[in-house]
Each structure stands twice: as C-alpha cells, then as structure tokens.
C-alpha cells in the first residue's frame, strides 16, 4: 500500500549480486564498529561509495516505523487482543521491495511474485511450523511476550502477521541479509534482530500518549479534525508523520454528503519516516516529515470532526 513511490529498478542490480541478495558481501568483514555511521540516502550511502553494504544501509534507507489502531482482532476467543492504551506495530520498512525467497516465512505472501507483478519469481507459500516455535531455544521468551502483546495482527495468528513482515520487508536490507552476521552466526540471529529493532524504534513512539495529552481518545461519540491530530503527533514526533484512515469516504457519509472531501474517516494507521545512521540496529534515526520524504500527508478526510479514533471492542484490549 502506498509504495509504488519507493520503488527504484533492480534490474541491473540483480547481475551484480555476489553472495547474498546485495553486491560486496562476504563471510566477513562486517565489524560495523570500525566504520564511521554513513547516513541512509544521502551520497555516501551510494552503492558505489559504500565499503561494507552490512554496515550502512544501501539500496534503500527511508525507514518507516508504522503503527496501526483497530478496534477488534477477529481472534478474541483465541486471547489475541490489544494492549489497552496503546497502538499496535505494524512494522519497519526500508525504502525498497526485493524480498528474498530464501527466507520467507509467510504462509500467505502478499505480493506473491518478488516484484509484485504477474513477470516476478513466484514467492511460495511457507508451509513450516509457526515461527513462535523458534523463540524459546534461542532464550527469547521475554521477545515473544512483548509482540504477543504489541505486535497483535487481526484475522490472522500474531507469528503470521510478523513473518509476512519479516519476509516481504526485512530481507530487503542491505543491514540483515544473512551473510552480515558472519559465518557462524546462530540460525535467525537476523530474524531476532530484526524484530527487536522494530520495537526499539517503536518504543519512541507512544502514538496513544502524544494524542491523549492533546485530549485526543479513542471515541465513538466524537470525530476529530486531522489538523488537530496532526498537530499532536507533530508536538511528540517533533515531524509531521503520515496518517491512515481507512472506512467510508467522508463524501460518502452523511456528515459530508455533496461536499468534495473525500478523505477517508477511520483513523487507522500512522507512518514516521526516517534515515539512519549506520544500521538500523543500532536504531540512530534522523526524522523526517512524512512529507519531505515525498510521501503523502494523509488519506484522512479533512473536514472538521471528520476523522473517527473509535474506541476498541469491549473486550479486544487487556
Ligand atoms: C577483510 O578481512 C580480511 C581478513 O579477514 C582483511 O585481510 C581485509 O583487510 C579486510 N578488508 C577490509 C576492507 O577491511
Ligand atoms: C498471485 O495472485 C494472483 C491473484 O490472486 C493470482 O492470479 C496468481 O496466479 C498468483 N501467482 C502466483 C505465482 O501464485
Ligand atoms: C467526493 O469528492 C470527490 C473529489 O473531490 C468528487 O470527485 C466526488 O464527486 C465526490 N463524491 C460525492 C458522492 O460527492
Ligand atoms: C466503537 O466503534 C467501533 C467502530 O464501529 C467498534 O468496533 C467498537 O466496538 C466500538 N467500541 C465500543 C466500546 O462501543
């Protein structure tokens, strides 16, 4: 969704592909403490500049950590609920779509083709066992728990929903292909560390917090104006990030009938976009406006109190 803009022509890059999925990775030569941190986009970050692609990340580097807000998970009867004043992880995603089908883990690939066109290789469906099963042999238990209860996917299991982000976004960094972790590395020792990145950036991120302290709550009573919105995640996240609305076309409702805002009304997602310094692991961020990296603002309609932040189910939060 949203991220056609990011996509640049791998075509030539693919014939340069040595080891893994990027050009000049080897078994080693990846102790990323001795490299000054290059900043993600900017002209050292350049392929032809960059010595060690598993130290800075290349081919791509607009990060976007994003969260969702819903109101039910569809699997309650199962335990699967959110966490009560918070939004949930959605995931963080690179500047750029190559997933690698080498570690695909998604029993449901979504696009099904590497390009997501009809001409791409097919992605196979993964047919394993829940990747929940991986965590205690590896002592990872504490991690487990807290995506079970921030990292929550509706429809789907929790692991289900974490594997298609792993595998439709992880495997595109330069920063976690498999080779970067040397030749002894523990098997998904880049899996693990993909997810605990993705909770370091969003621990910086109380979304539910930044909008309560302007009174912005979940409510089905009143709608909010985006500008208001926008304002409180701008005062928290010090940049303006994108926000999502899923739902009717405010055109389309009754409020708005014959006005020509047709923003959307249900406010369901926020996206906050940044460049990195070194690898992402090591989560030093620069922010940038959702705007300034060419993205959209919002697909939120704009008209005062058009926007719903519906309060969750009775029983779809603990
Ligand atoms: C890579 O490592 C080898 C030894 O493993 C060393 O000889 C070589 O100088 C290193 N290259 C760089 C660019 O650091
Ligand atoms: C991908 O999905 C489309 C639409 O659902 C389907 O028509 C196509 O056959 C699928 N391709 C592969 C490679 O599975
Ligand atoms: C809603 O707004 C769009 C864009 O301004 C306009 O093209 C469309 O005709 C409107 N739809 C209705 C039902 O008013
Ligand atoms: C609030 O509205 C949403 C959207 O219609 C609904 O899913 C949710 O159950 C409602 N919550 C409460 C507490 O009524």
Redesign the pocket.
Known sequence: MHRAAFLIPIAALAQLASAGLYPGITPDNHTCALVNPVLSCSCNAKPDKVADTCCTETYGGLLVATQFWN??TGLESKGQIYPKDSWTIHGLWPGRQLPLISRQYDPKPAPNTTDGTPHGTPVPPYKGESIDKWFQPYGKLDLLAYMNKFWVSQYDPNWVFWAHEFSKHATCYSTFQTECYGPKAAEHADLFEFFETVITFQRRLPTFKWLSHADIKPS?KTGYTLSDVQQALTKGFSLVPFLGCSGPKYNETAAGKGTLDNGRT?LSEVWYYYHVHGRPQSAHGKKLAANAAGGSLTTCAKAKGAV?Y?????G?EQ
């Open positions: 109101t039910f089905n249900v719903w519906y309060e969750r189910a009775k779809s």
